[in-house]
Structure formats: structure tokens, C-alpha cells
């Protein structure tokens, strides 16, 4: 299916996936303000993501976003269905390193920077949490 907006043209494939859309994430919570409740959010948007018509093509995990990446994390199950439903999930290696969990991915590939900046700059949406 080829779908048009004002300002680019994308692609959602047959999986759901809209190959000009990458989601970056900075925080194992959603928003500011109370932690106890950004980390509800976050629960909920990644599980509701998991349920969305339209999915980002890659996500992007940074700085605290890698703990929502590793083993016991509390989303786990969902960014695992995400990656089986054809997302591709990336999380910073520094970051991993910084935060001594480098051993403990437990979902998608370790990236860089490098590549972070060419993903982010050859998308055509880029959405940051």
C-alpha cells in the first residue's frame, strides 16, 4: 500500500511496517513529571504499539532507553513481539556499556552512533521519546 501526506511519500508493507518511520527512545519513561507514572506509560505505549495497525520500521534505544532492552525488563515481552513483527530494534552499545549491560541484551542488535545519525538523518519521521 503506497499512502501520501503533504510532505513525503512511505511505504506500509504487508506487516504493517512504514519503512520511512524510526522511534527513538531516551528514557525507560514516558514524559517527565513522576517516574512511577512514565514507566506506566512507557509499559502501555509499547504494548499498545504492539497492537498498532502501523508500525515504525526502527526503534532506537539510547542512554536509559537500553533498560527497557535487556533482560528483566519490564517491557521485554513487548519490544520482542515488536522485533517478531518485523521491527527492527537497535540499542546504543556505549550506552550498554555506561550502565555495566552490555551481557544482558536481550532484544535486537547493539548500534552506534554513527549508525544512529544515519538512521535518524536518511528517515522521513523521526519521533523521539
Known sequence: MRTEDK?????????????DLVVVVGSD???SGSEELGKNLMKTYLYSMT????KPHTMIFINN???????DSPVLEHLQALAGSGVTIYTCGACLNYHG????????????MYSVVELMNSSGNVIKL
Open 101 to 112: 549491560l552490555e551481557a544482558k541484551l536481550a532484544v535486537g542488535e547493539v548500534t552506534n
Open 51 to 54: 497492537e498498532a495497525d502501523v
Open 29 to 31: 519513561a514516558f514524559g
Open 7 to 19: 510532505m513525503t511519500e512511505y511505504i506500509i508493507d504487508e506487516r504493517g511496517i512504514r519503512d
Open 65 to 71: 532507553g537500553v533498560l527497557l532492552t535487556v533482560e
